[in-house]
Structures are given as structure tokens and as C-alpha cells.
């Protein structure tokens, strides 16, 4: 069983694994020699990696892969992708490919406005706090001039504040509602140091306010914080043709695909529980694309799936129609992304894939990452509507089942080949796997 410890972060890295490992890992050796086996030979770059977090102890290794032939606004990029599942990497390239041949993506940011809230208590007047609030107002943003100076002359900066009365859903409840441009930075701290700047001039500027009794001159604030939810702050990605050029082969007429691929869209916009799966696949490509650039997944996750329910009940986030003969695909989602600031300049395969990527404003970071999440359901509900997924999601999973068997180079050299003609299960490699070694054996 687990035991406490104080000042555990002031101990060596050597001397937190010896702790961890006494504390809870059985076979002592094995578990420091794994820890050990992930620090990187260089120790300058290993330094950086624990000087992201606290408490660092070892890496924690993703695959980096890459999906090309993606034709975005007629530019071509190839995609940087930083994930563990496979297939998802096999399933961007290939449809990237597929819609290379037709015409390929369009991608368009519609609006980069961020939002932050100061929350606070105020027991009075609700009328004497708007005018204290209009009298206040400029002054809220002239404190905030070290904080936004840079930013606006990139020509970013502060948009507006508002008061917002919540006291119908919470007793004496009030906001501080900011809107944002932070242009190529993500904002996070931005934004969240001007919050802290508005909620002390709210504070210093009540207590002189001559419109306050004694009681209302006292702000009570709860807390300063940008909102991950970025309704505002949204992009679309698109892909259309003709419907008999959506066949390349014979198995499907394009009418008969396109029909089915609406079906399956039609039901992720009405039912909730294939919903969060359709969106979730989504999610595999933007994900993906977000870690990649150094950008935060989590914030991106809230947001997109706030979005996804804004209407009252959770549901797709991509759209289909077929008007004229023309086939129609879509998705338009809210992204707060970084391509300056954060680990974007401090991580040594952020920049590269950003570099790969041509180094992309914050907007056509956007439209990239938009377009991977389109692809990516584009290719799983192709596969879903036709062959059913496992196909070739298990080929693609072929390798780490021989990975689990410790199959050795030459054994997964004839396998692999006995599974391009055979279904791949669990059950099918591992027998597959025993015959051979017996034969070899014998
Ligand atoms: C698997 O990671 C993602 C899918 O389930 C998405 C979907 O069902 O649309 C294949």
C-alpha cells in the first residue's frame, strides 16, 4: 500500500524513483531500468522535458507521424500527428489522397474572438453597480496598458467588457465579461492577466465610488479566469464533388455511398450516443494535430464538445447534404490555438512540425486542424457505411498483436502476408502465430 511523504518535490529526480519504486513497484529493478530506459542520452534535452512539468521522473512517448497529400485552400501541407491508436494516421493520409483528386479541402476561419470572465459577489443596488460599471469602464482597460501594449500594436488586444447580471441563476451573482483578440498566441495567460487586472481596479475603485453605500463598496470576487468555451472563435472546413465522382470502386455506385454517408450523419445529429463516437473520431484527427503543434488538447476537448451541445442535446459536429448532384461535407468547430508562445517555441518537435507546416499563423493553424478532424470522419464513416470498420482498423492493429506475442522480424514478415488475404482477430494471429512456430520447431 501506498505511503504519504512530505517535500517529495524537493527531493532529486534519482531520489523521487527510488521512493516511487520502494513505495509501489514489486520488481524494483525492472521498474527503475523502464524509468531510466525513457530519459533521453541528451541531457540538455532531458532537462528540458522536466522542466515542463514538476515532479518529472521519465518521458512519456507518443508516436509522431506524419499524413501527406493534404490539399488545403489549393496549398499542399503534410500533416504532423502525435497519437497512440492505430490506423488514425493511415485513415488521415488516405482520404487526404482521396480528396486531393477532388478539388481538396477548403478551410475558412470565421471569427478569433476569445472570451474571460471575472466572477464576483455584489450585495446592492444592481442599477447603482451599472453605473459604476459605465463610470469604471475605461479605466478597467487603461489598467491593463503593460499587459496589452505589445499585443495591440500586433493589432490585438482587448475587444470589450461588459457587466453581466447572473443574479436570477445565483443570488448577488455578477460578471465581468471580456471579449479577446490574441492573434497568434493561444491567450491563456493574456487573457487571464487582464482579468486579474480588472477584478483589483473593480476592487480599488469601488471602495472610492461616491454612488456606493458602506455595504456595496466591499466586491466580493470569486474568481478571473478565460473561458475554454470559444463559440466565437470558429472554423470550417469543407470538401464537395460531384456524387458519381464520390466511387473509386466498383462495390459502391457514388449515389448509393453518398446516400448511406448521409444516413450515418443524419443519426449522429439526432442521437446523442452515436454522436459523442462520430465526434469522438473526430477528436482522434484534431487531437492529434493539436499535440503535434504544442497546443492544449484539454482546453480544445471542453470547447469542442460544449459546441457540440449548444443547441440542448449533444450532437454531431460535421454536416452532410447533396444539392444539385453535388456532394457536400462539413464541419465547423470552435479552436483556441497557439502557434507563438507556450511550448510552441520550446519544444524541439513543436517547431519542427510547426516548420513543417510552413510555419502557420494561428488561422491557418485552424484550418489545418479542422480539416484533419473532417478527414478523419470522413474516413471513418466511409469505412463504417461499407466495409465496417474493424477491417481495417485490425490490419492496421496487426502489429501491435505480433508486438504483444513477441513476434520476431521474420515472423511478422510471413504474417503479415498470410493477413493481407486473411481477417485479423486476436484469436486468428495468435493461432497463426503458434502453428508457424511449431512448424519451425519441428
Ligand atoms: C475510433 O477511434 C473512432 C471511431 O469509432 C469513430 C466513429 O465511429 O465514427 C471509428
Known amino acids: 500500500m501506498g505511503k504519504t511523504i512530505s517535500g517529495f518535490s524537493k527531493l532529486s529526480k534519482s531520489k523521487k524513483i ?11 529493478k525492472d521498474a527503475e531500468h523502464i524509468l531510466k530506459q525513457y530519459w533521453n542520452a541528451d541531457n540538455k534535452l532531458q532537462q528540458l522535458h522536466d522542466e515542463f512539468i514538476e515532479n518529472t521522473i521519465s518521458n512519456y512517448y507518443l508516436p509522431f507521424g506524419v499524413a501527406p497529400n493534404f490539399l488545403i485552400n489549393d496549398k499542399m501541407y503534410t500533416i504532423p500527428m502525435a497519437i497512440e491508436e ?31 470572465q471575472v466572477h464576483f459577489m455584489y450585495h446592492g443596488r444592481t442599477d447603482v453597480l451599472k ?15 503593460s ?15 461588459e457587466l453581466r447580471d447572473k443574479t436570477t441563476d445565483i443570488k448577488d451573482y455578477y460578471q465581468i465579461h471580456a471579449s ?7 491567450g491563456a495567460n493574456f487573457i487571464n492577466s487582464c482579468l486579474e487586472q480588472f477584478a483589483k481596479t473593480v476592487k480599488r475603485q469601488a471602495l472610492i465610488f461616491d454612488g456606493f453605500s458602506e455595504k456595496e463598496k466591499h466586491m466580493d470576487i470569486v474568481m478571473s479566469i478565460l473561458s475554454n468555451y470559444v463559440p466565437d472563435c470558429l472554423v470550417r472546413a469543407e470538401v464537395s464533388c460531384k456524387v458519381e465522382d464520390l466511387s473509386d470502386n466498383d462495390a459502391f455506385s457514388g449515389e448509393a455511398f453518398a446516400n448511406r454517408f448521409l444516413q450515418a450523419i443524419k443519426i449522429a445529429e439526432v442521437e446523442p450516443y452515436r454522436a459523442v463516437t462520430h465526434n469522438k473520431g473526430i477528436m482522434n ?85 479542422a480539416v484533419a478532424g473532417l478527414a478523419q470522419n470522413f474516413a471513418a464513416l466511409r469505412s463504417l457505411t461499407t466495409t465496417g470498420i474493424q477491417q481495417g482498423h485490425m490490419k492496421m492493429h496487426l502489429m501491435n498483436i505480433l508486438n504483444q506475442f513477441n513476434a520476431n522480424d521474420a515472423e511478422k514478415v510471413i504474417l503479415i502476408e498470410h493477413f493481407k488475404t486473411n481477417t485479423v482477430s486476436f484469436s486468428a494471429v495468435s493461432e497463426t502465430l503458434a502453428t508457424l512456430r511449431m512448424r519451425i520447431d519441428d
Open 18 to 28: 527510488d521512493w516511487i519504486v520502494d513505495t509501489y513497484l514489486s520488481n524494483s
Open 86 to 116: 492505430s490506423s488514425v494516421v493511415a485513415a488521415a493520409s488516405k482520404t487526404a489522397k482521396f480528396w486531393m483528386d477532388r478539388g481538396g479541402f477548403k478551410a475558412e476561419v470565421i471569427s478569433t474572438t476569445k472570451i474571460g
Open 131 to 145: 453605473a459604476f460599471f459605465i463610470t469604471i469602464k475605461s479605466k478597467l482597460i487603461e489598467d491593463c496598458k
Open 147 to 161: 499587459i496589452t501594449k505589445n499585443m495591440e500594436l500586433r493589432g490585438g488586444g482587448i475587444i470589450d467588457i
Open 180 to 186: 479577446f483578440e490574441t492573434l497568434d498566441a493561444m
Open 285 to 369: 484527427g484534431i487531437d492529434a494535430v493539436v499535440l503535434a503543434t504544442g497546443n492544449d488538447f484539454r482546453a480544445v476537448e471542453a470547447g469542442v464538445h460544449a459546441y457540440a451541445s449548444r443547441n440542448g442535446s449533444y450532437s454531431s459536429l460535421t454536416h452532410a447534404k447533396i444539392e444539385d448532384g453535388i456532394f457536400t461535407f462539413w464541419l465547423e468547430i470552435p479552436l483556441a490555438l497557439g502557434t507563438v508562445g507556450g511550448l510552441t517555441g520550446l519544444h524541439p518537435l513543436v517547431k519542427l512540425a510547426l516548420e513543417m507546416l510552413g510555419n502557420p499563423t494561428a488561422k491557418e493553424l485552424m484550418e489545418i486542424v
